[in-house]
């Protein structure tokens, strides 16, 4: 038999050499990360078994155990899940899967604090790794359900891991075994292992024993946390579960816990977390929102379940009428799914409107977290265009903050038709443009927007309250007919400024044909008070930044 030593993914060596500064005081979280490992493992394997059941059948009680052995300082943590094979070690405990992995490292290697790190690390997740804040190294045994050959796999965390077949692998699973680091023996105390499960991982689902034989003793109470009773569960555990299926570390800003009784009976526990995941961009993501039936784990890639303007949210859903062994392709149009995917929106979105009422600062921290996804529904979900609507927040040129469209409508000027927005690569850029003059000049608000969607949605919006929603860009002839409310201090025009008229019309007439072909028309305007010229679209020609987004796309 012969040994493998491979390297680790550059990235994972980096992570490695952070992770050990940067969780040291919070050590004890490499336990909740393996135990977490433990019952992903199972509920994987559960889920095979309905369709193969012959990959259980000489053992069908799923477990994790945890066995300390002071003597040798040692702590293995072993289940009976799906187990790994060799490419499964290689692939899953030597590089880092996920996408954005880079940016997150450079981000980490320049941040400066250690809170800011352990920030950072907080939007990862760094799972297994966090292992070797408390261990020298460690031994991976492993064996996959339905294959007989075993693994053997180690590694000190140094850049290198070995990897060979072993006799020594559990019948069917995974036993990690920590070599635990001089001074880190409180990790094989009974009551200091019993008090970390109860704190971190008392919401896992499947049994968890301390010790192995006969005697061994269940520490956590091994039922579904979405099945308890609300007020049964503390914030603590709330946030506990939430690291469990996120996979991050951070607070989660916003928790929702039903259960939807009718036609179609489920139950739902989602989180919308306080920091941005790394891969909220990247269409490879998986979704966020593990699909349960019953208690048993059926996708954590559902893509019907949730709008994907939504993907920010974490959590399960847990079905009480889907039939257990439901395919992938049987989900697709599925009614119930559907009639899941409507509930749940409707209640988010409500939840939502709810926080923004009450705890207006802190939905403005969310709203810059994830108000772009957000306002991708404005144009995928016609349906919900009136809650998105009231949900989105806003830049304006005439105020600091974040304004809503009701905050918009009531501080419109008589004789104002419409809502007007500036679209543009950022608010610095937009505050300075020269669109605005004619609208600043008379106190008339402009919304800002500089995310890319914006330019998406505007177009399709049509109005809010009766109000169309219309680029500045789009002529403005509209000004003139507004009151700016500063009227009676308007100027006459001075007699400098009228016999300028003939010289302005010389100018334009000279401008058209210079300018012939690139141009639909050269208009003199009162719009602007400062800058020389600027550049409009007609009423219903496309906006000139959309048609600029565009351009650059190569449409
Ligand atoms: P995450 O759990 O966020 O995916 P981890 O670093 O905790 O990241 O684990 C990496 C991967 O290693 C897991 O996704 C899984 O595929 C595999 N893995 C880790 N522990 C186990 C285990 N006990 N049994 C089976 N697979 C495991
Ligand atoms: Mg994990």
Request: a negative charge.
């Amino acid at each position: 038999m012969s040994t493998e030593t491979l390297n680790f993914q550059a990235e994972v060596s980096r992570l490695l050499d952070i992770v050990a500064n940067s969780l040291y005081s919070n050590k004890e979280v490499f336990l909740r990360e393996l135990v977490s490992n433990g019952s992903d493992a199972c509920d994987r394997l559960r889920y095979a078994a309905i369709t193969q059941p012959e990959l259980v059948a000489d053992d069908p009680n799923y477990r994790i155990s945890l066995v300390p052995d002071a003597e040798n300082r040692q702590l293995t943590i072993a289940d009976n899940g799906i187990g790994m094979n060799r490419d499964d070690l290689v692939e899953n405990l030597g590089t880092i899967a996920r996408s954005g992995t880079l940016d997150v490292m450079n981000q980490l290697q320049q941040a400066q604090d250690e809170n800011e790190k352990v920030n950072l690390i907080g939007q990862f997740g760094v799972g297994f790794y966090a292992a070797f804040v408390v261990a020298d190294w460690i031994e991976v045994r492993s064996r996959k359900a339905g294959e007989s050959q075993g693994w053997r796999w180690a590694s000190d965390g140094r850049g290198t891991f070995t990897v060979e077949e072993t006799d020594d692998a559990p019948a069917r699973g995974t036993r990690v075994t920590l070599h635990l680091k001089e001074g880190e023996d409180e990790f094989t105390e009974s009551e200091r292992i019993k008090h970390v499960v109860k704190r971190h991982s008392d919401h896992i689902a499947i049994p968890i024993f301390l010790g192995e034989d006969e005697g061994a003793e269940q520490i956590n109470t091994a039922s579904a946390l979405w099945t308890r009773p609300k007020s049964e569960i503390t914030d603590e555990q709330y946030t506990e579960f939430y690291r469990h299926v996120s996979h991050q570390m951070d607070e989660p800003w916003m928790r929702l816990h039903f259960k939807a009784e009718g036609k179609v009976e489920f139950t739902c526990l989602l989180f919308i977390p306080s920091t941005k995941p790394f891969d909220l961009f990247d269409p490879q993501r998986k979704h966020g929102v593990n699909l349960y039936v019953r208690r048993v784990f059926v996708t954590d890639d559902c893509a019907e379940l949730l709008p994907a303007y939504l993907r920010f949210l974490r959590g399960v859903v847990d079905s009480e009428d889907l039939p257990l062994n439901i395919s992938r392709e049987m989900l697709q149009h599925n009614p119930m799914v559907q009639k899941i995917h409507q509930t749940t929106v409707n209640r988010v979105l409500n939840e939502l409107k709810k926080k923004a009422n009450k705890e207006p600062e802190s939905y403005q921290t969310f709203w810059e977290t994830f108000g772009p996804v957000l306002k991708e529904g404005l144009y995928e979900d016609p349906q919900q265009k009136d809650s998105l609507l009231e949900l989105a927040r806003f830049r304006s040129s005439e105020r600091d903050g974040w304004i809503s469209l009701d905050d918009y409508v009531q501080n419109m000027k008589e004789g104002q038709q419409a809502i007007y927005v500036l679209t543009g690569d950022s608010i610095e850029a937009l505050r300075k443009s020269p669109q605005l003059e004619g609208f600043k000049a008379k106190g008339v608000e402009v919304l800002l927007l500089a995310d890319p969607i914006d330019d998406f949605w505007v177009p399709s919006i049509g109005e809010y309250q009766g109000y169309t929603l219309k680029p500045v860009t789009q002529g403005a002839a509209e000004l003139d007919s507004i009151k700016s409310g500063e009227d009676d201090e308007q100027q006459e025009r001075s007699d400098e400024e009228k016999t300028s008229d003939a010289a302005i019309g010389t100018l334009v007439a000279y401008l058209k044909t210079a300018l012939e072909g690139q141009i639909k028309d050269v208009r003199s305007t009162e719009r602007l008070t400062e800058s020389a010229c600027c550049l409009v679209a007609d009423e219903g020609d496309m906006d000139i930044h959309l048609e600029r987004l565009l351009r650059q796309h190569g449409r």
